[in-house]
């Protein structure tokens, strides 16, 4: 019987010694898997970007000079290149994703992208959506109309005349702010073959835009009517919040370089003949 006991008491401390280490062995491997959560809850994009070692870049695919693909159907462009150049010196390789300009933003919202380098004009209006890097190129708006046209002489005479242009770009507001009516389209070449079958009296577009199309094109009866006075500022637009900010600050520090060493004014003559990379 004393054995009994004996035998009992010895297995009972076994059991409360085994719970007691099973505990110990959990609440660390609990405060562990705690501090991931809020390690993952607190995001930091650009730390994800280099873990996983590449950046996924939003574009066209169809603005030239500005995201293109040339005959071999590449992707280039003025700003696929400027993302390559990026994406090198965070260390990573970019992988680029095409779509249509409307869907674009509405991507880097949901966090489909991380960044998107698509000639994107800073607004007030987008401003208040998102964070944008330094600017790296400065737009001139050119009014485009047929070459026999005769009506549009200014921005002013856009006033109740109809244009075209993807819905949601700076180009629509412009031309909407002048009272035109604006016809939705999905990529430039629907705009030049409106403009170029009548449908339309002009269409608004960057000026560098313009001469690309008719080094392209050039047969095609179309002009520069006017020019807004105004040039407007390109960045690249990020989801707004501290997630993105580190990204922000080493995309800045890339373009930085990039414009001290001559390669963004080098890349700029390469697809535009112009540099555009300074402000008028």
């Not at 707004?240 to 922000?248: C, F, H, P, V, Y």
Request: with cysteine; glycine share 8%.
């Amino acid at each position: 019987k004393k054995l009994f006991s004996l035998v009992l008491a010895l297995s009972m401390a076994l059991a409360l010694t085994a719970c007691g280490s099973s505990a110990a062995a959990t609440a660390p491997a609990a405060e562990s898997a705690a501090g991931s959560t809020a390690e993952a809850a607190s995001g930091d994009l650009l730390s994800e970007i280099q873990a996983k070692g590449t950046i996924t870049v939003a574009m066209e695919g169809t603005w030239a000079p500005w995201t293109y693909h040339d005959e071999n159907d590449n992707l280039v462009g003025y700003d696929v290149e400027v993302a390559t150049e990026i994406a090198k010196k965070l260390g990573v390789e970019p992988q680029f994703v095409e779509g249509e300009w409307d869907g674009l933003l509405a991507g880097l919202d949901a966090g489909r992208y991380d960044i998107m380098i698509n000639g994107v004009d800073i607004t007030e209006e987008r401003s208040d959506a998102y964070d944008f890097s330094d600017p790296y190129a400065y737009n001139r708006t050119a009014v485009i109309v047929s070459g026999d046209n005769t009506d549009i002489t200014s921005m002013e005479d856009l006033a109740g005349k109809h244009t075209a242009n993807t819905i949601s770009s700076t180009y629509a507001e412009v031309a909407e702010g002048y009272g035109a009516e604006v016809t939705g389209v999905d990529d430039l070449n629907q705009t030049f073959e409106l403009l170029l079958s009548g449908r339309i009296d002009a269409t608004l577009n960057a000026e560098v835009t313009y001469y690309d199309y008719m080094e392209a094109h050039p047969d095609a009866n179309i002009k520069i009517a006017c020019l807004d006075p105004e040039a407007t500022q390109v960045a690249i637009p990020f989801r707004k919040g501290e997630e993105t900010a580190s990204l922000r600050e080493a995309v800045n520090q890339a373009l930085a370089d990039m414009r001290e060493s001559g390669a963004l004014s080098e890349l700029s003559e390469k697809y535009f003949g112009t540099d555009i990379t300074q402000p008028a």
